[in-house]
């Protein structure tokens, strides 16, 4: 039926059928989130029989609720301090990794990426066990610094592997005029591959950043006192104290979900700036 239209209303027909899959995709993942706040303003004691949208009457003393049973602000801060460490030392050995990846010789290069691949099929829950017997021979149980260890082997290889592919699209003449002028492999890397890989390191340290902010298990296993807990487990204690009382589960599930929103919403920002600016990489 498109196939008949004239060619400008056949790409303004595709376009709006575009947006509007766009549209029903966005509005399928941000239901949840919808469904949240509106149940954070929700009377507490009070069962809703239905999904209520727009709570009667709303009730904005659910999350000062929450600062006074939990230390929100601890906790945040904690859960700050792991993520501000983490990230940085992700997106470095992750984009070394990757660099190193990308300018080894193709027989290398394919062997790498298999390893690397086959590292990303091992399961989290596969680790956890020996993880948790090294941390405790090395004396880091109980300390939040144990949750930042895992950004020394990068995190996670599908970051590596993302830059590894970020720096393969950069023409390979871009770094040989930088080693010609005199330039060694980490000014390479530092003042050439990764301005070239922006939209890729802002992917990563969002992914990364959400990791360990919500990551729930590994301080679970390691962080017994609550001065250390991060804001997860901070969710955990709330729930403990009431298990009936959803809207202030998830007013404070709000309260900390807010500094994920807020970066997911600047790096798109900054991301989309990026693409329009240059395109896509190498290009």
């Known amino acids: 039926m498109l196939s008949r239209l004239p060619g400008r209303r056949r790409r303004l027909a595709l376009s709006a059928m575009h ?36 709570p ?39 984009s070394t990794a990757g660099f190193a990846i990308a300018h080894v010789s193709q027989r290398w290069r394919s062997r790498l990426i298999a390893v690397s691949i086959l590292c990303l099929m091992v399961p989290l ?35 590596v592997l993302l830059f590894a ?14 080693r010609l002028d005199g330039a060694g492999p980490y000014r390479v890397w530092a003042e050439i591959g990764l301005p070239l890989a922006r939209p890729v390191t802002v992917a990563v340290a969002v992914l990364s950043f959400v ?35 959803w809207p202030l589960m998830m007013a404070g599930a709000m309260l900390l ?5 807020i970066l997911f919403l600047l790096a798109q920002r900054a991301f989309q700036q990026d693409v329009r600016g240059r395109g896509v990489l190498g290009e």
């Open 125 to 159: 829950t596969a680790i956890w066990l020996p993880r948790f017997i090294l941390f405790k021979e090395a004396g880091l149980i109980n300390q939040r610094i144990a949750l930042v260890v895992p950004a020394l082997m990068g995190t996670s290889p599908l970051y």
């Open 211 to 245: 990791h360990y902010w919500n990551s729930f298990v590994e301080p679970l296993l390691l962080i017994r006192t609550a001065d250390a807990m991060t804001a997860s487990l901070g969710l955990r204690v709330l729930y403990a104290l009431d298990r009936t009382n």
């Open 56 to 94: 009667s009457p709303v009730a904005w003393e659910n999350y000062p609720a929450v600062f006074a049973l939990i230390d929100v602000r601890r906790f945040a801060l904690n859960s700050l301090f792991v993520a501000a460490l983490a990230v940085p030392i992700t997106i470095f050995v992750a």
């Open 19 to 54: 947006r509007l899959v766009v549209a029903a995709v966005a509005l399928l993942f941000l239901l949840p989130l919808i469904w949240a706040v509106s149940t954070s303003l929700r009377e507490t004691g009070v069962p809703a029989r239905a999904i209520e949208w727009i």
């Open 165 to 178: 592919w970020a720096f393969l699209r950069v023409p390979r003449e871009v770094f040989e005029a930088a």
């Open 257 to 261: 979900t807010a500094p994920v929103i």
